[in-house]
């Protein structure tokens, strides 16, 4: 009779996980006031940011990051302030995927979250901006 | 107490079972995801006009 039972807690147990599971791949979870306000963080960089990835001293990496790719695009008195923007912009990146992944419950899901993003960065970024393709050489959209 | 371990073996075996569905990665929610945050940032989207058309009306009945 007990085994009966735990039988059938354990039949609960995975209807629940396979439910939740269901759940969790129509949506990923990006609702929270972390995300929110590292959304905001970064929104409010890309200003700063925008004319840099048009000139080419920034570009946008293939692992979801961006880097300074060509300093002499930059004039000097501006060197110290890029390398401002690009390591805070890189940090609230670090922090998104990572936040996205804790919100979701799969703290393993971080590196595909950071891959997908690289992915859609580079999809959505401006003609003219530089990105790392495949083989992490830059190439000018 | 061999059917014991026995039990305890396939209990193992579908429980990984679980464990491996379980960390399947939803890209395509991902993409989205990413899709939301990433217009938010770059302001893709203007501002007047809704996130998605699918606000305006129920075209799919």
Not at chain 1, 91 to 104: P, V
Not at chain 2, 3 to 26: H, K
Request: with cysteine.
């Amino acid at each position: 009779m007990r085994i009966e039972n735990i039988a059938r807690l354990g039949w609960l147990a995975l209807l629940l996980l396979l439910a939740g599971n269901a759940w969790a791949q129509a949506n990923l979870e990006v609702n929270t006031p972390a995300v929110a306000a590292l959304q905001s963080s970064m929104q409010k960089r890309h200003a700063a940011l925008a004319s840099f990835y048009g000139n080419g001293a920034v570009g946008l990496t293939r692992d979801g990051f961006v880097a300074l790719r060509d300093a002499n695009a930059v004039p000097l008195a501006q060197r110290q302030q890029v390398n401002g923007l690009v390591a805070a912009e890189n940090q609230d990146r670090s922090a998104l995927y990572r936040e996205i992944a804790r919100a979701n419950s799969k703290p393993e899901w971080e590196n595909d979250i950071r891959t997908t993003f690289a992915q859609r960065w580079i999809d959505k970024a401006q003609g003219g901006w530089y990105y790392q393709n495949n083989a992490g050489a830059w190439t000018r959209k | 107490m061999r059917s014991l371990t026995v039990n305890a073996a396939l209990a193992a075996v579908l429980l990984q079972g679980c464990v491996t569905i379980n960390i399947y990665f939803p890209a395509a929610a991902a993409e989205k995801a990413a899709d939301k945050i990433i217009d938010e940032v770059w302001q893709l989207k203007k501002p007047g006009e809704p996130a998605a058309p699918s606000s305006n009306a129920p075209q799919s009945r």
